[in-house]
């Protein structure tokens, strides 16, 4: 989809629609009623009828509306002015974009983002409009055959071109810095679900440093990808303990962004990269383990990210490690009973070979000290009580670090890409007690994402920490089964900020 911005009078817009709002008891906004009046009341006939909603996200397609030069006009219900915020402001965009695309319109010009939106600039909602437009109109279709491609061909070919109007031409300078931030986290996001949508027979660890490798060709980042030999000589003897059941090969890989200044002390990114998780050892249940191919979903959340600030050249210095392996209940797969040195030199008691990602995690997370970081923040789709906890809403967030946990929430907020701030007491810290090694990897049923965190900020103690668990939010079941893209939108934002403070 091709964006521009523009500035100009509603009724005079030849296009094959127009897109504006209606708020909640048929109140019409600016732009709508420019259209009302140019149309002699039209609008105001068609509403009057009720066959527009009042709920934020409804929509009304109007056909060649007397008075106004383009095709159609797509009314879109904002809700009550005075409760628009982000959420409402998003759901409309989304709303509008799918109706337009699935209208037969090639192209559109938008009036949405001229509407206020408490707290927010100009800047923001042309961003919001951009990135939720292309999330709307996003298609995994890549591994059908022919004759759906040919179906494909055959089928309307949705929306182009996507004007976003505003109110005047002093705004268009930020709205323009607003649509390549837009574009740019967008870009990321659709990476992220990408991958995190591809088989687990393609996406492999393999494949992953494959992509990093391209991402570091095309914007000039640094890449290391270490294989099994070089994380035996690191001494990770937890990452290779979860590898050793797979035939697949385990991969390391380190991807650097340096543009911010010399010297500065760079932000890590960790990102958990399971390609595929049969619990091991420890089987999980039939049901449902298909969607196992999204325990990557961590490590494509960093590619993303990565993807998002090199194309807005975010002027940081970022470091993205991701520890990619399968886990697989192959004859030499460990076991429970199992003990694990780690690279930091702690033993692991394995209790459960399902707990795998946090043995993964633990020894990136001990690597990362080698950057002398400014802050690390882990990303993984690490247990089930975080989707108990929190549902499908909400990533759980751990820290070390109460600031950067609350920058963590900001950038969350601010992005629509929310996070909550769980607690990690010392008292939970006994739960992970062994008999037999310096912990187990896992603290019982009660409080289990709480003892994933702590089992980690045990390898996180030399720097400020932050553990984001995207169990419940990285992908979606059932009818709309696929990769959410979270929370790149988050931690692009959150390094947009920590670049803007220098």
């Known amino acids: 989809m091709e964006f521009s911005i523009k500035s100009g009078n509603p009724e005079k817009q030849r296009s094959d629609c127009l897109v504006v709002g209606v708020y909640e008891s048929r109140k019409l906004s600016v732009a709508a009623e420019a259209l009302d009046t140019a149309s002699n009341g039209y609008l105001t006939t068609v509403l009057k009828r009720g066959d527009l909603a009042g709920k934020a996200g409804s929509t009304l397609m109007l056909h060649s509306v007397p008075g106004l030069p383009a095709e159609r006009v797509l009314l879109v219900s904002l809700g009550k002015e005075r409760e628009l915020d982000e959420k409402h402001y998003r759901q409309a965009v989304r709303a509008s974009v799918k109706a337009v695309n699935s209208s037969g319109a090639a192209d559109a010009v938008s009036f949405l983002a001229e509407i206020a939106v408490r707290k927010h600039d100009i800047g923001w909602r042309v961003a919001q409009l951009a990135e939720v437009a292309l999330d709307a109109v996003y298609k995994f279709d890549q591994m059908k055959g022919k004759a759906a491609k040919d179906k ?9 071109k996507l004007v976003i109007n505003v109110a005047s031409r002093e705004e268009i300078k930020a709205a323009e810095a607003g649509l390549g931030h837009g574009k740019a986290v967008a870009a990321g996001v659709s990476l992220a679900k990408d991958l995190g949508n591809l088989p687990p027979n393609v996406c ?19 890449l290391q990808v270490l294989d099994r030999a070089e994380l035996e000589k690191l001494g990770m003897g937890s990452f290779l303990g979860v590898s050793q059941g797979s035939r697949q090969p385990p991969k390391l890989i380190v991807l650097q962004h340096k543009k911010g200044k010399k ?8 990102g958990k990269g399971i390609t595929f998780d049969t619990g091991g050892i420890s089987l999980k249940p039939g049901a449902e383990m298909d969607e196992m191919k999204y325990d990557m979903c ?9 993807k998002a600030i090199a194309e807005m050249a975010l002027p940081i210095n970022a470091v993205g490690i991701i520890p990619a392996c399968e886990n697989m209940p192959d004859g030499n797969a460990i076991k429970p009973g199992d003990i694990l040195t780690s690279m930091s030199g702690q033993t692991i008691e394995v209790l459960n070979t399902d707990a795998e990602g946090r043995l993964i995690l633990c020894d990136a997370l001990t690597y990362a000290e080698r950057f002398e970081p400014a802050a690390v923040v882990d990303i993984a789709t690490l247990t089930g009580a975080c989707v108990i906890a929190l549902g499908h809403h909400l990533s759980g967030l751990f820290s070390n670090h109460d600031a950067l946990a609350r920058e963590l929430l900001a ?6 890409d929310r996070a909550w701030h769980m607690p990690m007491l010392e008292d939970y810290q006994g739960q992970l007690d062994s008999n037999f090694a310096d912990m187990a990897n896992i603290g019982g049923r009660a409080a289990g994402s709480i003892t994933a965190a702590c089992f980690l900020s045990r390898f996180a103690d030399k720097y400020d920490w932050a553990h984001l668990d995207i169990a419940g939010t990285a992908w979606k079941s059932g009818k709309e089964k696929g990769s959410t893209g979270r929370p790149v939108p988050l931690l692009t934002e959150f390094l947009r900020q920590r670049a803007a403070k220098g």
């Open 152 to 160: 494909k061909t055959d089928a309307p070919k949705g929306i182009r």
């Open 298 to 306: 961590g490590a494509a959340s960093v590619l993303g990210t990565f």
């Open 204 to 222: 492999t660890p393999t494949y992953l440093a494959e992509q990093a490798k391209a991402l570091s060709k095309a914007y000039d980042m640094q």
């Open 263 to 270: 010297g500065q002390k760079p932000v890590v990114l960790v």
């Open 411 to 416: 950038a969350g907020e601010s992005a629509q």
